[in-house]
């Protein structure tokens, strides 16, 4: 990619969005409860006015920032502020309470900042290879990537697979509400005109991200407000990851990895970084009671996987994780395509994205260090003010989108949805992510049956379609199959 | 509280098993083009769901075998009444807004909605709290109406 398209970042307008974004979400990830989903969904709205590629670089900077911010938290009373610093505290935690918070702070921020340029230049130098790959892939290839995608999904929800499918399946099925892409047939609106353009998307998210958390929120009864002291070594902190390189470089490749494969992302990513390090560190016993290289190689491998998370959604429209999903909505708000074709003929949108990724971790370092006293402030939001501020800019977003109040009435009624749905062990990131897939995996099936003059063999046919197809079925076995080789392994070991 | 997890879990798994198979029937009314992905997708639905649901009522069962007096009954008890409480006054705040916000416009019905909160939580609610409810209040309009120009209702004075 020519450096010029990466220079379409650093306009006024953009680098002010990438200033408001990351600052903004470093503040909404530092508060528990509410998460680098929440925090997206928040701005989602906003980007419908703003040019495509300024729209994406502020909700880069969130997605960076609150990635980021969840650390505060972590690390200052203990909470993560999202799941993806929950291996934080493990570490962060106690070495504020040994009186080196700011310590602390000052790894996490330049040990995210670095994480999070690496993964971006993965993410600028990966994309193309990607995307040349994709560009021999038809309907069949497609339709599989799409199932591949479903398969992973599932096996990642939380509680588990046969909860994840239902979710991964409902997200699909709510998927073929309105005209068919195919035939232009309405489909299961049942009399209602405000389906017949489809499921809308940013109301749906703002009612199942946004509001079932304000209801959970309002479920419990804690209004106890949490508090956390800065000390001083910031600026030491921050010097401290140069003197673990190598756990350092190791960890953002452990995040890059983890982060591109679909459905696993930060979460995991941070958790196999802080293990292999401990694993091989000369004095494992330290790690859990204060050891700062687990807080390098955790904070690293976390911010890493952001940029690379987007690697599935960009190159082949399959979005990897709710974020990639929601970044995959705002490119489709704005009549832009994510996959391949998003390379070939938006390449200044992109380019300016990516550049608007690499500003938000510069900008990380000095928002993270010089604004620490702040974010560690700013976790101790009243617990109204912070659902009062939640609730009214969702019905505020869920009302820009169409300027409708039937947005906001649906956007109110999935927010209980979402919550029983979450409180019933369903995932509703999954849901999501379905949601984005079926359309592309409906017009990649359709496509193929046509092509295919109605045979279901045409999709098995390609040595890609099927290598997806093997993989999921083996990533959806993979529970059992590795239950027998275990049990089978106790076994040897009982009769040895 | 493993009881009303699984009795949670098979009302939802049913209520989608039977979701998908009203979808289900209704593909079928549908030309070919139209019905053959949703009726792959609303069939496997349907047999996920059903798989879910019968893998609650399953759990139930072995609790209530296992002598867990409560597995049959203990559903239907209210527990947690002040969740139950907070969220009938937060469904009624926004019943009140979506209504107040036609006939007095978007800042004055927001402000009365964010000010409901500390009710609707149970906190006292103190002047200073007002200041702050208003700040946000104007510091989402101002976002939203003026800097990306979406037009909020303005009420019976436009």
């Given at each position: 990619?020519?450096?010029?398209?990466?220079?379409?970042?650093?306009?006024?307008q953009?680098?002010?969005?990438?200033?408001?974004?990351?600052a903004?979400?470093?503040?909404?990830?530092?508060?528990?409860?509410?998460g680098?989903?929440?925090?997206?969904?928040?701005?989602?709205?906003f980007?419908?006015?703003l040019?495509?590629?300024?729209?994406?670089?502020l909700?880069?900077?969130?997605?960076?920032?609150?990635?980021?911010?969840?650390s505060i938290s972590?690390?200052l009373?203990?909470?993560?502020?999202?799941?993806?610093?929950?291996?934080?505290?493990?570490?962060?935690?106690?070495?504020?309470a040994q009186?080196?918070a700011?310590f602390?702070?000052?790894?996490?921020?330049v040990?995210s900042?670095?994480?999070?340029?690496?993964?971006t230049?993965?993410?600028?130098?990966?994309?193309?290879?990607?995307?040349?790959?994709?560009?021999?892939?038809?309907?069949?290839?497609?339709?599989?990537?799409?199932?591949?995608?479903?398969a992973?999904?599932?096996?990642?929800?939380p509680?588990?697979?046969?909860?994840?499918?239902?979710?991964?399946?409902?997200?699909?099925?709510?998927?073929?509400?309105?005209?068919?892409?195919?035939?232009?047939?309405?489909?299961f609106?049942?009399?209602?005109?405000?389906?017949?353009?489809?499921?809308?998307?940013?109301?749906?998210?703002?009612?199942?991200?946004?509001?079932?958390?304000?209801?959970?929120?309002?479920?419990?009864?804690?209004?106890?407000?949490?508090?956390?002291?800065l000390?001083g070594g910031?600026?030491?902190g921050?010097?401290?990851?140069?003197?673990?390189?190598?756990?350092?470089?190791?960890?953002?490749?452990?995040?890059?990895?983890?982060?591109?494969?679909?459905?696993?992302?930060?979460?995991?990513?941070?958790?196999?970084?802080?293990?292999?390090?401990?694993?091989?560190?000369a004095?494992?016993?330290?790690?859990?009671?204060?050891?700062?290289?687990?807080?390098?190689?955790?904070e690293s491998?976390?911010n890493a996987?952001?940029?690379?998370?987007?690697?599935?959604?960009?190159?082949?429209?399959?979005?990897?994780?709710?974020?990639?999903?929601?970044?995959?909505?705002?490119?489709?708000?704005?009549?832009?395509?994510?996959?391949?074709?998003?390379?070939?003929?938006?390449?200044?949108?992109?380019?300016?994205?990516?550049?608007?990724?690499?500003v938000?971790?510069?900008?990380?370092?000095f928002?993270?260090?010089?604004?620490?006293?702040f974010?560690?402030?700013?976790?101790?939001?009243?617990?109204?003010?912070?659902?009062g501020?939640?609730?009214?800019?969702?019905f505020?977003?869920?009302?820009?989108?169409?300027?409708s109040?039937?947005?906001?009435?649906?956007?109110?009624?999935?927010?209980?949805?979402?919550?029983?749905?979450r409180?019933?062990?369903?995932?509703?990131?999954?849901?999501?992510?379905g949601?984005?897939?079926?359309?592309?995996a409906?017009?990649?099936f359709?496509?193929?049956?046509?092509?295919?003059?109605?045979?279901?063999?045409y999709?098995?046919e390609?040595?890609?379609?099927?290598a997806?197809?093997?993989?999921?079925?083996?990533?959806?076995?993979q529970?059992?199959?590795?239950?027998?080789?275990?049990?089978?392994?106790?076994?040897?070991?009982?009769?040895? | 509280?493993?009881t009303?997890?699984?009795?949670?879990?098979?009302?939802?798994s049913?209520?989608?098993?039977?979701?998908s198979?009203?979808?289900?029937?209704?593909?079928?009314?549908?030309?070919?083009?139209?019905?053959r992905?949703?009726?792959?997708?609303?069939?496997?639905?349907?047999?996920?769901?059903?798989l879910?649901?019968?893998?609650?009522?399953?759990?139930?069962?072995?609790?209530?075998?296992n002598?867990d007096?409560?597995?049959?009954?203990?559903?239907?008890?209210?527990?947690?009444?002040?969740?139950?409480r907070?969220?009938?006054?937060?469904?009624?705040?926004?019943?009140?807004?979506?209504?107040?916000?036609?006939?007095?416009?978007?800042?004055?019905?927001?402000?009365?909605?964010t000010?409901?909160?500390p009710?609707?939580?149970?906190?006292?609610?103190?002047?200073?709290?007002?200041?702050?409810?208003?700040?946000?209040?104007?510091?989402?309009y101002?976002?939203?109406?003026?800097?990306?120009?979406v037009?909020?209702?303005?009420?019976?004075?436009?």
């Open positions: 990619m020519d450096i010029s398209y990466l220079l379409g970042a650093l306009s006024l953009n680098v002010l969005m990438v200033l408001l974004g990351t903004c979400g470093i503040a909404l990830g530092a508060l528990p409860g509410v680098t989903i929440l925090s997206v969904t928040l701005f989602l709205p980007t419908f006015s040019r495509p590629e300024t729209g994406l670089i909700l880069g900077g969130v997605f960076s920032g609150a990635v980021y911010g969840g972590a690390i009373v203990n909470l993560p502020g999202t799941a993806a610093n929950a291996v934080t505290s493990l570490d962060g935690h106690p070495l504020a009186g080196k700011g602390a702070l000052g790894i996490s921020t040990s900042a670095l994480g999070g340029l690496a993964g230049l993965a993410l600028i130098f990966i994309s193309p290879l990607l995307v040349n790959l994709a560009l021999q892939f038809g309907p069949r290839e497609y339709f599989m990537l799409a199932l591949m995608g479903i992973m999904i599932a096996r990642a929800a509680q588990d697979t046969l909860k994840g499918l239902v979710s991964g399946g409902l997200g699909l099925l709510v998927g073929t509400v309105g005209l068919s892409s195919l035939s232009a047939y309405p489909r609106t049942f009399g209602l005109e405000y389906f017949y353009g489809g499921i809308p998307l940013v109301p749906t998210v703002i009612g199942l991200f946004g509001l079932s958390e304000v209801i959970m929120m309002l479920r419990l009864s804690d209004n106890v407000v949490p508090t956390g002291k000390s910031v600026l030491e921050a010097l401290y990851p140069f003197s673990r390189l190598y756990t350092l470089i190791k960890s953002i490749v452990i995040g890059i990895g983890i982060g591109a494969i679909p459905g696993v992302g930060g979460e995991v990513s941070n958790t196999v970084a802080y293990m292999e390090a401990k694993r091989a560190a004095h494992p016993e330290r790690y859990g009671e204060g050891e700062p290289e687990g807080l390098v190689a955790a491998a976390n996987s952001v940029s690379s998370s987007l690697i599935p959604m960009l190159t082949l429209g399959i979005p990897g994780s709710a974020v990639a999903a929601l970044f995959s909505g705002a490119l489709l708000i704005h009549g832009l395509r994510p996959g391949r074709n998003f390379f070939t003929d938006n390449l200044d949108i992109a380019g300016a994205f990516f550049g608007g990724l690499v938000a971790n510069v900008m990380l370092v928002l993270g260090l010089i604004g620490a006293p974010w560690a402030r700013s976790i101790r939001v009243p617990k109204p003010y912070l659902l501020a939640i609730t009214l800019l969702c505020t977003g869920a009302f820009a989108v169409h300027n109040f039937l947005d906001v009435v649906y956007a109110f009624i999935l927010g209980f949805v979402g919550y029983l749905l409180r019933s062990g369903y995932s509703i990131a999954s849901f999501l992510i949601l984005v897939i079926g359309g592309i409906e017009e990649a359709g496509q193929g049956m046509l092509i295919g003059r109605g045979s279901p063999l999709f098995v390609s040595p890609w379609a099927v997806f197809l093997f993989v999921s079925v083996l990533i959806l076995l529970p059992w199959i590795t239950g027998i080789v275990q049990s089978r392994r106790q076994e040897r070991s009982a009769n040895d | 509280m493993e009303r997890r699984h009795w949670l879990g098979l009302f939802v049913l209520a989608l098993m039977v979701m198979l009203v979808f289900l029937v209704e593909a079928f009314g549908y030309p070919t083009l139209a019905r992905y949703p009726v792959v997708i609303a069939a496997f639905l349907a047999a996920v769901t059903f879910d649901a019968l893998r609650h009522g399953l759990s139930l069962y072995r609790l209530h075998r002598g007096p409560g597995a049959l009954t203990e559903a239907f008890k209210v527990r947690n009444a002040a969740a139950l907070r969220w009938a006054f937060f469904a009624l705040a926004v019943i009140s807004y979506l209504v107040l916000i036609r006939f007095v416009g978007y800042l004055l019905s927001s402000l009365l909605l000010c409901a909160f009710f609707i939580l149970g906190e006292k609610t103190r002047w200073a709290s007002f200041l702050v409810f208003a700040s946000i209040t104007a510091f989402i101002v976002v939203f109406a003026v800097l990306l120009h037009p909020l209702p303005g009420g019976v004075w436009g």
